[in-house]
């Protein structure tokens, strides 16, 4: 073979996982700008350089999100959508609260349970979607009243206690350990990935029909799907639950938009069938460090949500421009 054919065979898969991965690529860009503007805004506000503080503060307070916005990714690669993240988030932070008390090993225990209670608000939601055949934004819509009215059944107003082995465990104030759990999380996306599962849920969302004719059990790979969601979310409400010390039945409220912003700015497509949820982490990432560049800004907290839904709304179309410009190139 010429050496020119190998030359243009090897150019040819490198623009081609160029074009597939384009969304996390993107997502990575955006998250070193976002460090790199975080960096220089609080070196001018406080005249030094984060240090081990900064980015301990920053890791625990993203990674609740980070977990939602992983959850949130397996439902949108499947074409569907979850409004019932923070009702979960809710729910799982105020069951925390409440039963956890002082000893570390019974705040174990409840976790297990507390996840599975998340994985049961998936099942009903997947079950609605995938057997019922009902709109998930309809259903999770639904869902999310539901369990945020349970939340404050559970605890109707903040209180409770968190074990403080727990929240140095989960997210621990003098080190970034948190990092530790994102890691394994994206671990184990990138085993899911490989799996026949993983396969199925891509082909779901790129086209149902087609999946169906290659023999996916769609209405299997949908429950999962949203199992997983809500398992995820429910570990988002630990982690809050964790770094507040004590719970509130309010405070998920903001994980549901939040989480599909988070996934959209890491690449994952809206329609389905495209994307990482590492590219979701790397959106969790940057959607904090916007909320911190605002308040080292100085910008008044009145303004601080306009100023973040326009930079937002100029990464994602920014994003969508360059992204699909690159893929019909290809």
Not at 132 to 140: H, K, W, Y
Not at 154 to 183: D, K, M, R, S
Not at 253 to 264: D, G, K
Not at 295 to 300: L, P, T
Request: aromatic content about 8%; hydrophobic content about 55%; charged content about 10%.
């Amino acid at each position: 073979m010429p050496p020119e054919s190998i030359t243009l065979q090897r150019g040819s898969r490198l623009g081609h996982t160029i074009a597939q991965n384009i969304g996390l690529i993107l997502a990575n860009a955006i998250l070193l700008l976002a460090i790199l503007g975080f960096i220089l805004i609080y070196s001018a506000a406080q005249d030094r350089l984060p240090g081990n503080f900064e980015l301990t503060s920053t890791v625990n307070s993203a990674t609740p999100l980070v977990f939602a916005a992983v959850g949130q990714s397996f439902v949108i690669l499947t074409k569907g959508i979850d409004l019932s993240v923070g009702g979960v988030v809710d729910l799982a932070n105020a069951i925390a609260a409440v039963t956890m008390g002082k000893s570390l090993y019974g705040a174990l225990a409840w976790s297990v349970i507390i996840l599975l209670v998340g994985a049961a608000c998936g099942l009903v939601n997947g079950l609605l979607v995938a057997l019922g055949r009902l709109q998930p934004i309809v259903v999770t819509l639904a869902t999310l009243s539901i369990f945020q009215g349970l939340a404050i059944r559970v605890l109707p107003q903040p209180g409770g206690v968190i074990p403080a082995g727990y929240t140095n465990l989960l997210v621990n104030p003098n080190e970034p350990f948190a990092l530790i759990f994102i890691a394994l999380l994206g671990l184990g996306w990138s085993a899911f990935r490989r799996s026949r599962t993983g396969v199925d849920l891509y082909a779901i969302g790129n086209d149902e029909v087609a999946a169906r004719a290659l023999a996916v059990n769609v209405i299997r790979t949908k429950i999962i799907a949203y199992m997983i969601d809500g398992t995820l979310a429910a570990a988002a409400g630990l982690f809050l639950a964790a770094g507040a010390t004590a719970g509130d039945a309010t405070t998920g409220n903001s994980y549901t938009l939040s989480s599909i912003v988070a996934v959209v700015l890491g690449g994952v497509s809206l329609f389905g069938g495209r994307g990482s949820a590492i590219g979701a982490i790397a959106g969790a990432f940057i959607t904090t460090l916007i909320v911190n560049i605002l308040f080292f800004s100085h910008v008044n907290p009145l303004y601080q949500s306009f100023y973040e839904g326009v930079f937002l709304l100029i990464a994602v179309v920014v994003g969508g421009v360059i992204g699909g410009a690159i893929r019909r190139r290809r």
